[in-house]
């Protein structure tokens, strides 16, 4: 009996070496592992594409053996690759990842500096805006990949039916609203927004009798945002000053955030909390057709599909004359663990180069290289002919609203989150009654309580 | 001196005994082998990190840079009393608790009785009917009961409307009204432990009730008098679940607030505290310790528990 015990372990062992000597020749190449779900690509469609890039890849040289690790969810990831950094065995590249993703794994980047220029890589092809998005006090963090300016999606239908002109296709160009010509402000967004509010009895706010509890249509939305890309509307400010040692909430967040609050429990053209996750406006606010206006990144059209009204874009609003736009912004990135950083940024201008305009299609992201965006608005006139105003999407980028909304500042996360619960709070019921100066006062001091945690520890 | 040769033994009985323990040896080997798989499991997968994390819990480590991990002494547990986060998630824990044990815990025994009752005519049916929600994946449930209770559009509301109630409660938007929101959702869970209770009730002896309607008992009388202390280890097993059940509220809050725990924090529970620190922030050594925390207070509570049922607990085959 005891050699059929033997027999048996032999037959597991030689079972378990299968995989590795099938894959004994790859070994003999670097291997460079890609990590996926920090934040898109994990759709079927997507995983198809990536595996796709990787296979062109591997076929066309014998120096590196690039191997795709895709998260099971973009909600799993976060723990996955954390337990992979805990575990020693990090990715060599981490992408597509955005700066909040990105800053959740703050000091894990390799500054591709020395890379740029070892490799002659040409940054000159890249809007240089765009690239300076990347340099910090560490060096190069990323090279642009995609880009996603916000933008207003307005519902042409609800604007027709009102009678009230599109808002305007380009910077600088006023709005007309009730025969007055005006600055095309955030005042002006607000006042057209509660005429596109609209009751059970399709009264509008400015109307007496008009029942804030039976709302049918909203004026305007800031959909699926970040309070921080929320604030940034009224200009962008770093969350800490090193040189001062404080956190600041300038003037204008905090007018920012009354704007906010008048719009959503005294005007009542923001859906709060409870309206948002009614049917009414599923499955998302603006693609629910119940909504006129939303201030949204242009990786929105991946999930507009169930919009059956005719819909276009327009300019994101100015604030004392400046414009400010949240410009969401994705790429790869090489982990300072990675054990083959040169081979990890051969991989990198591949995913960058040859295998983007296919990446980008499946991501939705809108190219960083000038070259390869005519082509991207090409196909997204094909899905959707509503929309006449795609020129914007180029000119929204130089408005890019500096810092950005997720840039970094010390014990990020826990930041963010304070941030979070704020949000949570202005639009939830509590928002309501809450006594808006003293809360914003509350988060300022949290939140200098929260970097204190670690700045001089 | 010649030596003489030891005769190998012809004895039957000393064979048999070799041959036994032979038996034996091989049975316990193989014992092993078949159990190998789960201890391995339990070594790797749950012994070794619990381990792990009551060291982690004198430590800083974080996952990300595991390389940097020192050793903080009881720093974590002084941070532990001293978190306002902390101490209000537990009270938000405790203050759900209070509210939902007794439902969880007299609920299912009310079903289950009614089930048992021989007045009620399609049992079947609504047994399975009461044991059905049971089935609902977690977070699909999760999804259903938050439209249900939507403030605006739920169909909750809309019936509270149409009885007359002209502004019905916000459900989940309420700091108030989101805890009874939440136990009402419990509600669905109770399919297993009514089950449960209604096995053994059906196992009470029938000359009990018998007996007791002689003796002049009515219905009530023999419900406290026979019913309850027959089924009481079962209200016991049940008990000791719901209470460690509790003390791992997550999966509920945190779907249904989107990891906020709002409104105001009152849906924040302990563990979605533990899961941020962890997790979200990667405080490894802090999380760690809340998990000691909460693990510690469990143990108590079910000593507690085991300590007191003596007094209440009948077990009629004796313990």
């Known amino acids: 009996m005891s050699r059929k015990v033997l027999f048996i372990l032999f037959l597991a062992a030689a079972i378990a070496l299968m995989p590795t000597l099938s894959n004994a020749q790859a070994q003999s190449r670097t291997v460079v592992t890609w990590f996926v779900g920090l934040g898109t690509g994990a759709q079927p469609a997507q995983i198809e594409a990536q595996n796709r890039a990787v296979e062109k890849f591997n076929a066309s040289q014998n120096e590196i053996e690039l191997k795709i690790n895709i998260a099971a969810s973009f909600e799993a990831a976060y723990d996955a690759l954390a337990t992979l950094f805990a575990a020693g065995d990090a990715p060599d590249i981490i992408g597509p990842v955005g700066f909040l993703g990105a800053n959740s794994f703050a000091d894990a980047w390799l500054d591709l500096q020395p890379f740029v220029e070892k490799y002659n890589y040409d940054l000159s092809q890249f809007p240089e805006s765009l690239v300076n998005l990347y340099r910090t006090e560490e060096g190069l963090m990323g090279i642009p990949f995609a880009v996603f300016p916000s933008l207003i999606f307005y519902n042409k239908d609800l604007f027709d039916e009102a009678e009230l002109p599109y808002p305007p296709s380009d910077f600088n160009q ?248 704020f949000r949570s709070q202005l639009y939830g019921d509590t928002g309501k009654d809450m006594d808006l100066e003293a809360e914003i006062n509350k988060l300022e001091a949290d939140l200098q309580a929260i970097v204190a945690e670690v700045v001089g520890r | 001196m010649t030596s003489v040769p030891t005769p190998i033994s012809t004895n039957p009985i000393a064979l048999r005994t070799r041959r036994q323990a032979s038996i034996y040896e091989q049975q316990r080997r193989w014992g092993w082998i078949f159990l190998s798989p789960w201890l391995i499991g339990f070594f790797a997968f749950t012994f070794i990190p619990i381990v792990a994390s009551l060291i982690f819990s004198f430590t800083d480590f974080t996952l990300t840079r595991p390389d940097r991990i020192s050793f903080v002494g009881l720093n974590n547990w002084l941070k532990l009393f001293n978190d306002p986060l902390a101490l209000n998630a537990l009270r938000v824990t405790i203050g759900f608790a209070l509210l939902s044990l007794p439902v969880a815990i007299a609920l299912p025994v009310l079903l289950a009785a009614l089930l048992n009752s021989k007045y009620l005519l399609g049992k079947p049916f609504f047994r399975l009917l009461f044991y059905l929600p049971y089935m609902v994946p977690a977070i699909s449930g999760i999804f259903i009961w938050q439209a249900f209770l939507n403030g605006q559009t739920g169909w909750l509301n809309r019936l509270l409307r149409l009885m007359g109630i002209s502004e019905p409660p916000n459900w989940l938007g309420n700091e108030f009204w989101i805890g009874p929101a939440m136990v009402l959702m419990g509600v669905w869970g109770v399919g297993n432990a009514m089950l449960i209770t209604l096995a053994t009730l059906q196992g009470v002896p029938q000359e009990l009730y018998d007996a007791a309607k002689v003796d002049g008992a009515d219905a009530v009388k023999a419900f406290f008098k026979i019913t309850l202390p027959m089924i009481s280890p079962v209200i016991f097993y049940n008990l000791i679940l719901s209470v460690i059940g509790l003390l791992q509220y997550f999966v509920v809050p945190y779907v249904l607030t989107r990891g906020t725990g709002n409104p105001n924090g009152a849906a924040y529970f302990f563990n979605m505290h533990l899961y941020r620190t962890a997790f979200l922030f990667q405080d490894m050594g802090y999380g760690a310790t809340m998990a000691w925390f909460i693990f510690l207070i469990a143990i108590v509570l079910t000593i507690i528990l085991f300590a007191t049922s003596r007094r209440w607990v009948y077990y009629a085959g004796g313990e």
């Not at chain 1, 899905?383 to 609203?401: G, H």
């Open chain 1, 174 to 421: 006023p709005y007309v609203l009730n025969g007055e010509e005006r600055e095309w402000n955030w005042d002006t967004l607000a006042d057209l927004a509660v005429e596109l509010t609209v009751d059970a009895n399709g009264l509008t706010p400015n109307d007496p009798g008009f029942d804030p509890n039976q709302i049918r249509q909203f004026g305007f939305i800031q959909q699926w945002a970040l309070l921080r890309a929320e604030l940034n509307t009224f200009g962008g400010h770093p969350v800490y000053d090193p040189e001062l040692g404080k956190v600041v909430l300038p003037d204008y967040w905090r007018e920012q955030l009354r704007w906010t609050y008048n719009g959503l429990w005294k005007r009542h053209f923001i859906p709060n909390a409870t309206y948002e996750g009614s049917e009414l406006l599923q499955p998302s606010a603006f693609a629910s057709g119940n909504v006129a206006m939303a201030r949204v990144p242009l990786w929105y059209t991946c999930c507009i599909g169930d919009l059956k009204s005719n819909w276009d874009l327009a300019v994101v609003p100015s604030y004392k004359g400046q414009y400010h736009v949240p410009t969401d912004a994705d790429t790869f990135r090489i982990t300072k663990a990675s054990k083959n950083p040169d081979a990890a940024f051969k991989v990198l201008t591949y995913l960058l180069g040859e295998a983007a305009p296919e990446l980008l299609l499946v991501y939705g992201g809108y190219p960083a290289r000038p070259d390869l965006q005519e082509a991207a608005t090409k196909l997204r006139q094909e899905s959707f002919p509503s929309v006449t105003n795609w020129d914007i999407v180029p000119k929204s980028l130089a408005y890019a609203a500096a810092p950005h909304h997720e840039a970094f500042f010390p014990n990020f996360s826990k930041g963010m989150q304070r941030f979070a619960d």
